[in-house]
């Protein structure tokens, strides 16, 4: 198969000995050629006919139509701007396809060279069949042209020429197609720049200047500013194309002459810039204008603050201002915590550099600017920290403390006299009556009452029961006995009395009565409590009990039954008689025992005797009367000491057993040490409150005591005792919580720590005063204080319901660190001589002398005059530029990042590259000579060529 290339690129195949003029017609008839404007003919020399002559003379043009021709022609020039953009961009799209078919040819002529046929050559060459897959721009603009012949064909109107008709086009065609090529590539730059921004923002000029030489050739300068690279690259595109249009004027149909006039246009317009600004600047200088700056200026500028700044570059690379406009604008900005107050640049970036930079510039020929802005910096922070200053008066503290002090003694004193009196009318109830004796009596003659009765109770039972006169018979009684007595071991017979056994042997000789044996009976009883009595008289009670118990039964034996029941109630009644009053150690019977010479214990120590527990229980089981009862509580009460609660509540614990015995009682107790509690409580108050907050006699020991020792006029040595307190803020929330918060004690408060910390934080000398009497603030020693603990405790407290005073303090204190930092930084300063912009005497009149010698003439010395007045006037014009402009940038932190940042030196150096996308166009021109040097004639049949 034959395969032909056809004009949009494609290969189309025709069978084998298909003769040529037969494919020629196919193609032309597929792929039709674009219209053209007609060539003139031509004569058989190949010179263009000369048109014929008209039949009669041209009318002469009206205004309409030499506006509709102007407007023609001037559809034309945009026109053919328009696809030269078309075919600028194609050509980039097909370069690809170019460098394949470009590498074919070198390929086909270097087999041509070695001596391979040339037919052998071309068909090795093109072996390679994937230059098809890609796009040509012959094919890209042939499909264009297709397109807009449709359209022109749709609408009914005339197809768009392809080709231009004049100069005009022509140089319209080629400048578009500069811009179309440079400005695809140079969009696809801009692409990647924008990428590469929108990713890493501030940081993507340092990436491309570390991404290798190509990153620094395309992508630096537009990451850099993309507009300044967009210009300048079709600016450039714009020269290329107006040089290459110029020299194929000259030369036609020469892609170098194209290439070299692309070069040519490139290079003199960026000589003719330089040239065009460098008059302007230079006129500016000479004429003395007072706002000349350039480059140059900004330039030395901005290199001066990156020296001044420590900004370092790696070898072979200039310093990047990136890191340094950043600190600038991220610095702090003390207007937002000072109105009306400005840092410098050194104040901003906190950079000791710069700082000594600032402090050379401040002696120099602008320091009336920094004096200006020292003064106006000093007013802002008075101003400033005065706004937060208290309106209070310190003696209103102390006025407070003072009257909230008094008050509080007299209410303690007038609580611990209430006290007093309330502890002494509880106390009354329970202050015992009468004496020691009176109780006794009272005791005693209760228990002598209660006995009496017992007596009289058994002296009636006996004669109740009236068997004394009973008769008995003796023998029966001494039998009973004898029964008893003859089964007793010997032991216990000898244990018998004497006076027993002798009566025993009477009784027998008279006649008896039961009176008899009843006698005996007592008398039995009578003896063996005698004898348990005697030390080792237990075997001989045994033995009388064992007698008297024999006669007790011989008794109830001869008793009819109702006298033995009235014997035993009188018996029980004796018995309960005795238990009560005769129990020997009992204190009922203690207290009633007597001897010759009365009672043997005294009326002062009865009752005392029954306070005890089980004593009082004895007492009132045989004689609980209200009488008695008072005497035993009143006695008891004896011992209570009612002077104190501890005291009280001792004797209460001690005798809980004996206080429930009396209702009541308890709950008096009670009461009277509460109110001896609360007495003493009054009165340690009292006592308490004296010795803290101190009387007009003697200062007192806590915070309140110490500050109200000195006077009004004293107020900063008051304070001071708050300050160095063990626990300030214990000690500043003790005096406010003293007078409950009162506001104007809490604004003398305030007023007497103000007063304190100026007095720390201001200077005092007669020299520091600013031109209005101020004294400047001191920011270290500002910030020192409030940084102190001691000093933010007790401000914290003293402004709990305004907090925001002291974080405005602390605001403005830490905002002064960072002004005038130029003090802390001092180098010397940099004196220079200013020279006059005219030549010295001597070079007028060296100048004079050649000039009569002849060795020069009046053309060269208005030139040298004129060259050495423009370079001087520029050199004095940029260096007071240049110290106008440094001090500017060192008092305006804002203008010098936006210096730093448009004159940052990386940058210019990205966009002092050379443009480079317009080399794309000459690069798809250089290809498409190429290429078409290669085409067969086959192939420039079908395209017309």
């Known amino acids: 198969m034959t395969e032909i290339e056809a004009p949009d690129g494609s290969i189309v195949e025709f069978?084998?000995?298909?003769?040529?003029?037969?494919?020629?017609?196919?193609?032309?008839?597929?792929?039709?050629?674009?219209?053209?404007?007609?060539?003139?003919?031509?004569?058989?020399?190949?010179?263009?006919?000369?048109?014929?002559?008209?039949?009669?003379?041209?009318?002469?043009?009206?205004?309409?139509?030499?506006?509709?021709?102007?407007?023609?022609?001037?559809?034309?020039?945009?026109?053919?701007?328009?696809?030269?953009?078309?075919?600028?961009?194609?050509?980039?799209?097909?370069?690809?396809?170019?460098?394949?078919?470009?590498?074919?040819?070198?390929?086909?002529?270097?087999?041509?060279?070695?001596?391979?046929?040339?037919?052998?050559?071309?068909?090795?060459?093109?072996?390679?069949?994937?230059?098809?897959?890609?796009?040509?721009?012959?094919?890209?603009?042939?499909?264009?042209?297709?397109?807009?012949?449709?359209?022109?064909?749709?609408?009914?109107?005339?197809?768009?020429?392809?080709?231009?008709?004049?100069?005009?086009?022509?140089?319209?065609?080629?400048?578009?197609?500069?811009?179309?090529?440079?400005?695809?590539?140079?969009?696809?730059?801009?692409?990647?720049?924008?990428?590469?921004?929108?990713?890493?923002?501030?940081?993507?000029?340092?990436?491309?200047?570390?991404?290798?030489?190509?990153?620094?050739?395309?992508?630096?300068?537009?990451?850099?500013?993309?507009?300044?690279?967009?210009?300048?690259?079709?600016?450039?595109?714009?020269?290329?194309?107006?040089?290459?249009?110029?020299?194929?004027?000259?030369?036609?149909?020469?892609?170098?002459?194209?290439?070299?006039?692309?070069?040519?246009?490139?290079?003199?317009?960026?000589?003719?810039?330089?040239?065009?600004?460098?008059?302007?600047?230079?006129?500016?200088?000479?004429?003395?204008?007072?706002?000349?700056?350039?480059?140059?200026?900004?330039?030395?500028?901005?290199?001066?603050?990156?020296?001044?700044?420590?900004?370092?570059?790696?070898?072979?690379?200039?310093?990047?201002?990136?890191?340094?406009?950043?600190?600038?604008?991220?610095?702090?900005?003390?207007?937002?915590?000072?109105?009306?107050?400005?840092?410098?640049?050194?104040?901003?970036?906190?950079?000791?550099?710069?700082?000594?930079?600032?402090?050379?510039?401040?002696?120099?020929?602008?320091?009336?600017?920094?004096?200006?802005?020292?003064?106006?910096?000093?007013?802002?922070?008075?101003?400033?920290?005065?706004?937060?200053?208290?309106?209070?008066?310190?003696?209103?503290?102390?006025?407070?403390?003072?009257?909230?002090?008094?008050?509080?003694?007299?209410?303690?004193?007038?609580?611990?006299?209430?006290?007093?009196?309330?502890?002494?009318?509880?106390?009354?109830?329970?202050?015992?009556?009468?004496?020691?004796?009176?109780?006794?009596?009272?005791?005693?003659?209760?228990?002598?009452?209660?006995?009496?009765?017992?007596?009289?109770?058994?002296?009636?039972?006996?004669?109740?029961?009236?068997?004394?006169?009973?008769?008995i018979e003796a023998e029966g009684l001494i039998n009973a006995i004898d029964s008893v007595t003859s089964r007793m071991p010997q032991a216990d017979q000898a244990n018998l009395p004497e006076a027993l056994i002798g009566r025993l042997q009477r009784l027998g000789d008279d006649p008896a009565t039961m009176a008899e044996a009843t006698a005996l009976r007592s008398e039995l009883q009578q003896m063996g409590v005698a004898a348990s009595k005697k030390p080792g008289g237990r075997n001989e009670a045994r033995v009388l009990g064992q007698v008297e118990a024999a006669v007790d039964d011989f008794i109830f034996g001869n008793l009819p039954s109702d006298q033995q029941g009235a014997l035993r109630e009188a018996r029980a009644a004796r018995h309960a008689e005795g238990s009560s009053f005769d129990r020997v150690g009992d204190p009922v019977q203690r207290a009633l025992a007597q001897n010759d010479a009365g009672y043997k214990l005294g009326d002062e120590n009865v009752a005392k005797s029954f306070t005890r527990t089980q004593a009082m229980d004895r007492l009132f089981q045989e004689a609980d009367t209200p009488e008695t009862r008072a005497a035993i509580r009143d006695e008891m009460l004896t011992s209570a000491d009612t002077s104190r609660a501890d005291k009280l509540q001792s004797f209460i614990d001690t005798n809980s057993e004996q206080i429930e015995r009396f209702p009541g009682l308890r709950d008096e107790l009670s009461q009277v040490a509460k109110a001896r509690g609360d007495e003493a409580t009054a009165a340690a108050r009292k006592t308490d409150l004296e010795r803290t907050l101190g009387t007009d006699e003697k200062p007192g020991r806590s915070t309140v005591g110490k500050y109200l020792q000195y006077s009004d006029a004293n107020s900063d040595k008051a304070i001071r005792e708050v300050l160095s307190a063990k626990d300030p803020k214990a000690a500043a929330d003790e005096l406010l919580t003293f007078v409950g918060d009162d506001p104007a004690a809490v604004q003398g408060a305030r007023k007497a720590l103000w007063e304190n910390m100026s007095k720390a934080a201001r200077r005092t000398g007669e020299t520091t005063k600013d031109v209005t009497g101020a004294q400047e603030w001191m920011p270290e020693k500002l910030k020192n204080w409030l940084a102190d603990p001691r000093n933010r405790e007790v401000a914290e407290r003293f402004y709990k319901d305004d907090p925001e005073h002291i974080t405005n303090l602390q605001k403005i204190a830490d905002a002064l660190q960072g002004l005038d930092l130029r003090n802390s930084a001092k180098v010397p300063n940099n004196s220079g001589t200013a020279q006059s912009a005219l030549p010295s005497v001597e070079t007028l009149g060296s100048m004079g002398l050649a000039y009569k010698r002849g060795q020069i003439g009046p053309a060269f010395i208005v030139t040298r005059l004129g060259a050495v007045i423009a370079r001087r006037s520029v050199k004095a014009a940029r260096a007071g530029a240049i110290e106008k402009m440094l001090d500017d940038a060192l008092l305006n932190p804002d203008a010098a990042a936006l210096l730093l940042k448009e004159n940052n030196p990386a940058n210019r150096a990205a966009l002092a590259r050379r443009a480079k996308t317009w080399f794309g166009a000459e690069a798809a021109k250089i290809m498409n000579a190429l290429s078409a040097d290669d085409e067969t004639d086959m192939e420039k049949a079908v395209n017309g060529r």
């Open 15 to 471: 069978p084998d000995g298909t003769p040529d003029d037969v494919i020629i017609r196919a193609m032309k008839q597929a792929y039709p050629a674009p219209a053209a404007a007609q060539p003139a003919p031509e004569d058989a020399r190949g010179v263009p006919a000369a048109a014929p002559a008209p039949a009669t003379p041209a009318a002469e043009p009206s205004m309409a139509d030499m506006i509709m021709d102007g407007a023609g022609a001037v559809g034309g020039v945009l026109d053919q701007g328009a696809r030269g953009v078309a075919e600028g961009v194609t050509n980039i799209l097909g370069l690809p396809r170019m460098l394949m078919e470009g590498k074919n040819y070198l390929v086909g002529r270097g087999l041509s060279a070695v001596g391979v046929p040339e037919d052998t050559a071309d068909f090795i060459a093109n072996l390679d069949p994937s230059r098809f897959l890609l796009p040509s721009a012959e094919g890209m603009q042939h499909a264009g042209d297709s397109v807009n012949n449709a359209i022109a064909d749709t609408v009914g109107v005339n197809r768009p020429q392809t080709e231009p008709d004049n100069v005009a086009e022509r140089f319209s065609n080629r400048i578009g197609q500069e811009i179309g090529a440079g400005g695809l590539m140079a969009g696809g730059v801009l692409g990647k720049a924008a990428s590469m921004r929108a990713a890493l923002g501030e940081a993507a000029p340092a990436a491309a200047r570390s991404g290798g030489k190509l990153s620094q050739m395309f992508i630096e300068p537009a990451v850099v500013n993309p507009g300044t690279y967009l210009g300048k690259e079709m600016s450039a595109a714009t020269a290329a194309g107006a040089g290459a249009a110029t020299a194929n004027e000259v030369f036609p149909d020469s892609p170098y002459a194209d290439l070299a006039g692309a070069v040519l246009g490139v290079g003199g317009a960026s000589l003719g810039g330089k040239a065009v600004r460098s008059i302007g600047e230079m006129g500016k200088a000479v004429m003395g204008s007072p706002g000349y700056v350039d480059d140059v200026v900004r330039n030395s500028v901005a290199d001066r603050l990156v020296e001044a700044a420590g900004v370092r570059a790696a070898p072979g690379q200039a310093p990047d201002t990136t890191d340094l406009v950043n600190s600038i604008m991220d610095g702090p900005r003390i207007d937002q915590q000072i109105p009306g107050a400005r840092e410098s640049l050194a104040d901003r970036t906190r950079n000791p550099g710069i700082g000594s930079l600032e402090y050379s510039r401040q002696s120099g020929p602008n320091a009336g600017e920094f004096n200006a802005r020292r003064q106006q910096n000093a007013r802002a922070v008075d101003t400033a920290i005065s706004a937060n200053a208290p309106d209070g008066n310190p003696a209103n503290l102390r006025s407070e403390l003072a009257l909230e002090r008094d008050r509080q003694i007299t209410d303690a004193s007038t609580l611990a006299t209430n006290a007093q009196d309330d502890a002494a009318r509880a106390v009354e109830p329970i202050t015992p009556k009468g004496t020691a004796s009176m109780r006794g009596n009272t005791v005693r003659a209760a228990l002598e009452e209660a006995r009496d009765a017992a007596r009289a109770r058994t002296s009636a039972a006996y004669q109740n029961a009236d068997i004394t006169g009973q008769p």
